[in-house]
């Protein structure tokens, strides 16, 4: 097993002032006089505040940041010893699960509490984000409130979208696991194992080498290539001739990577061999050309020219990549007509696939931070010709 | 490690039928001619779908159950291959991702396409319930309806609250798997050991076992008891006179235990075994208490009444226990004012605790599936002496 150099676990209240200060020059641009997040990695990005109790839905969570002030912590009772351990100073508690106003009126004069200079509060009500309390208490909220609340999503996703270093180094830390974990597993397994039996052997060896979590992990196997990429593992067992398709979103400290590796049963077709090839040119083709001041269309086009000419007849995805941290696919998208424009420590996954024949499907992944200097690869690279299991 | 046979995984197509056939006489009750679900946990109680993709929240995903007709599924494009493997047989699909309209007009269309009885479709803005779309897409959809579209969670939780017998079979596997590994955790563990290296250990061990997935798992320690039990692990080492605390939310084919377990490091405080005695008593009154045509309430005071004469200085979790299947929470409270009956079938947790002196709380917790001949406890009973580590 090779040793990893662990980064710092938490970031410094300095690096939290940091995100705050670049979050209002971003709210500005939106006219939002503060934001409400009440998701997790939302949540997290401005508080450093960590639970696994997001998995229980009952009680909502709120943090409140104005373009002045210090962010105030809108919670419940049971997750204040645990805000005070962040760099939070003001965190307003009510003793929840209370179903008549579980909160709401206490964030409602929280949020009254900041000085109002645009009329606007952004909220978690757009694109791929989820609001994490009753949407029938947002819109009580919104009509209490004297202030419209309005989507805050694409202002937050501008903020969230450009990393920072800590956060690189974070990503960084838990692709360079999974990557020795996706290259120690042939050794590991054998052809007449299941996916799910392969699955839990590589879930195992990702939390030995100091993964937190691995909460997404499909493990998929078929002849030549697999018919979709996202569900799975099944009871099915790897066979002479199958592409083995695992992809995980393992983390470290709340950071995602999210890429998969593809295994060769012993001998498989020519077919699989050449677009598996193909796939991982096209890969090369998708990190070259995500530089700062590109288009996630431009990416979306170097690697789709490579995925035509070799033949494919279609991919189900929608998408050759996009962007993680926190979580394990955030915006932007490559895809014809997002539009994004590719900015220094963004941090991005190239993600080539195609189907070559009905039901057979190979997809890649890596993932990468935009520097200034070049794409910089955080996963180890996979290598040109499939492993091989025996 | 001891075998434990394991449920069949996934559930018969009569299985759905019945739950629809059920799910159709209580959306009568509550006046809904359609219920539209996104939530993983709702999709899945419907479908049998099962995805870690979920984890992703760039696409939206649909299921609507009418009030006769087949239940029909609306989703991405890339979700379609794995949702036919289901029993769903009307399943419709969009290319996701496109923002300008992320199956929107598909979901209207269907809605639109069952009779209209009460003119009111139910969606998942309440109480303990996410919805997982945008909210701006949820009030487009509203707008754009000739339906009223209201809240539909008092709805779908009388549904989900009640289990099947092999809702219950799930549950009760997963709960003997996380109580075989705390059963064995003593033996593997040490004094001056983390909180961090003790809960990757358990963590390990209950995969080992065939849990398939561990989304909560807080490890606390703290001389005498802790401050809080919901987050964590941290990097403190257990040291003599701990108590070390470790709750689990583990998952096998989708439904979750939820209970705690407490050890004692070397020799721990008299105060700290008299309020782990009074703590087990409450359970065993907990549970005894819960049977159909109780309350609650009831089974909340059953407990308090122990609690209090223990010398409780508080409790921060507002609430002493709740159901649980295919969430980690699920309605109801055990806590005053919730007045839920309580019905066969009903899984629920048993969870009394308090703080005893400023910073030193102790928390129980079993599962119990609810009988006519009284609860079955689905655990392996906690000791009544806390295991100790050396």
């Known amino acids: 097993m090779s040793i990893l150099q662990i980064p710092k676990r938490g970031f410094s209240a300095g690096e939290f002032e940091g995100r705050v200060e670049r979050a209002r020059k971003i709210m500005h641009k939106h006219k939002f006089d503060a934001l409400v997040v009440s998701a997790p990695p939302n949540v997290r990005y401005f508080t450093g505040f960590d639970s696994q ?61 900041f000085p109002k200079k645009y009329g606007r509060v952004g909220a978690e009500m757009g694109r791929e984000m989820s609001l994490r309390m009753p949407v029938s208490d947002l819109l009580r909220l919104r009509d ?34 999974a990557s020795d974990a996706y290259e120690a597993l042939p050794a590991q397994i054998s052809a007449g194992e299941t996916e799910r039996e392969i699955a839990r052997k590589l879930r195992i060896d990702i939390a030995r080498r100091g993964a937190d979590a691995t909460p997404f992990m499909p493990a998929i196997s078929g002849p030549g ?127 080539p696939g195609m189907e070559y024949a009905p039901g057979k499907m190979i997809v890649h992944e890596e993932n990468i931070a935009i520097t200034n200097d070049g794409p910089r690869l955080l996963t180890k690279r996979a290598p040109r010709e499939m492993p091989v299991i025996n």
């Open 53 to 113: 109790f997001w998995e229980s839905p009952t009680r909502p969570w709120f943090v409140v940041v104005g373009l002045e002030g210090d962010p105030v912590a809108v919670i419940p009772e049971i997750g204040a010893p645990e805000m005070a351990l962040t760099w939070m100073k003001d965190i307003r508690t009510w003793p929840a699960p209370v179903p008549e106003d579980d909160g709401i009126s206490l964030l409602k004069s929280t949020i009254e509490s």
């Open 144 to 177: 209490s409130l004297s202030s419209e609340i309005a989507d805050g999503s694409p202002c937050i996703w501008e903020i969230r979208m450009v990393k920072t270093a800590a956060e690189i180094e974070h990503i960084n830390h838990i692709c360079q696991i």
């Open 225 to 351: 290539g697999v018919a979709q990429i996202v569900c799975g593992p099944h009871d099915r067992a790897i066979q002479e001739g199958d592409i083995l398709f695992i992809d995980t979103g393992s983390t470290f400290d709340g950071y995602f990577c999210d890429f998969d590796r593809n295994y060769a049963v012993g001998k498989i077709s020519d077919d699989a061999r050449r677009v598996h090839d193909a796939l991982w040119l096209a890969t090369e083709a998708g990190i070259a050309a995500a530089v700062p001041g590109a288009t996630t269309d431009d990416v979306f086009r170097a690697m789709s020219k490579i995925i035509e000419e070799a033949g494919a007849i279609g991919n189900n995805v929608g998408r050759l990549g996009h962007g993680l941290g926190l979580q394990l696919t955030e915006p932007p998208s490559h895809r014809l007509g997002d539009g994004t424009v590719i900015l220094e420590n963004m941090v991005l996954t190239i993600e």
